[in-house]
């Protein structure tokens, strides 16, 4: 623990060779449900956290950012945002794109 302190900046680089992102994951009927189930280390490959609301249900998982492009452009009835870093859909996130 006493090493990690000396590097500040290692530990927020998202992008470095062999960290895997971090994301909530769940699915509940609401929003405060769904942030008890807590978050997980992403597959090697995902690099983004997304949400997904419709009607009566929150969903959060890793995802990829060409998805997230892609859902983006189709009108379902359900809502997704994404992110890109650790835990960002979790419940302290900022609504900024």
Do not use: W
């Not at 994951?25 to 929003?31: F, K």
């Not at 090697?44 to 609301?53: F, K, L, P, V």
């Not at 809502?79 to 419940?91: A, I, R, S, T, V």
Request: proline share 4%; glycine share 8%; aromatic share 6%.
């Amino acid at each position: 623990v006493f090493m990690l302190s000396l590097k500040p900046g290692a530990l927020s680089c998202s992008v470095c060779e062999g960290h895997a992102l971090k994301c909530h994951t769940c699915v509940a009927s609401s929003e405060d449900d769904c942030n008890r189930q807590g978050s997980t280390s992403c597959p090697q490959y995902a690099d983004a956290c997304s949400t997904i609301t419709g009607p009566n249900t929150v969903m959060k998982s890793c995802t990829y950012k060409a998805f997230c492009d892609k859902a983006r452009s189709s009108s379902s009835g359900a809502k997704m945002e994404c992110c890109f870093g650790d835990d960002c859909n979790g419940p302290h996130r900022s609504h900024s794109h």
